[in-house]
């Protein structure tokens, strides 16, 4: 729900302050499904507002549940789709959100790119993604403990908007999740990466690699030919020496590609001896491209060379293959 046109509309009815603050406890805190749930407003206040301001601006289409993982198609005013998943760990519950119907970014191994680009999420389109997964989660008494933005879109490329939800997902009467617990992912737009300090020091940041080697790096990620290796791996040592916050380096390991020792090795150069530059290992995850995921034998190669080289590294686990709701595969059919 965009709160700033409901705040607007209350005023001019003179409908006073408080108001506002049980409408959002009872949004973002409760996740209440609906406004016939808000009975702290009378009945008639409760009718005037459901004509005018849906509840929420994402309407489930489609779910789908493959084990911890759910995938949920969500319809928006204008009848466009986005997806968004849910990922449950013993510890957290980890919501993967979009930020754009489509993508104009075009990486090779990735679904949602293949979509071409629809148009940008306003805010409340990418705060109430997560304010559906609560809705869903309250039966259980759980709540949505930590955001990644890694679902469909570049989210340096809807800033502004990605900003002021943000502010909505951290702030106490909002849905008061912490900063740390909020991840960004880029392919590496450095210009806007610059301006992420200084709105925020706290949030986690995960920049694609997916190549040590520029050309390679291209051929994989269309627009790195604007963004080139060395600025940002020069913006990214004065990102943690500002930060102190490990970086992460997200890797998806293809067949013939990027997993040999040769690429370990160039990985090696680009990281020098930082150890808050992290790299994240993911397996290439099946779509429709040519590419082809990395043999075991290959992986493990790859693997103990960059333990010779003492890089700093996760093997992350592939989750919601299944249902298409891993990595790099969300798309509206
Ligand atoms: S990986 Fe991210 S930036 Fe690249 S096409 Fe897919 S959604 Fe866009």
Redesign the pocket.
Known sequence: MNFIKLQNYLKQNNIPDFRLKQIRYAHYQEALSGWDQVTTLSLSLREDLKIKFPWLSVDEEKLLTDKDVSKALLKLSDDLKTETVLMRYKSWITACISV?VG?????L?????SMGFKRNLKSEEIVDQITYWNQKLKKEGKRVSRVVF?????PFLNWEEVKKAIEIINSPDGLGIGQRNITI???GITPKIRELVPFSDQINLAI?LHSPFQNERERM?PVASKYLLGDLFRMSRGYVNRTRHKLFFEYALIKDFNDSEKDAREIKKLFGNEKLFHLNIIDLNPTNSNLQPTTKQRKDRFIKELKKLNIQFTIRRNLGEEIKAA??Q?VVE
Do not use: D, K, Q, R
């Open positions: 754009m993508c104009p970014v075009g990486c191994f990735c679904a949602t790119g890694m679902g469909m879109g570049e992912s880029t392919v694609s990620i990595c790099g969300l």
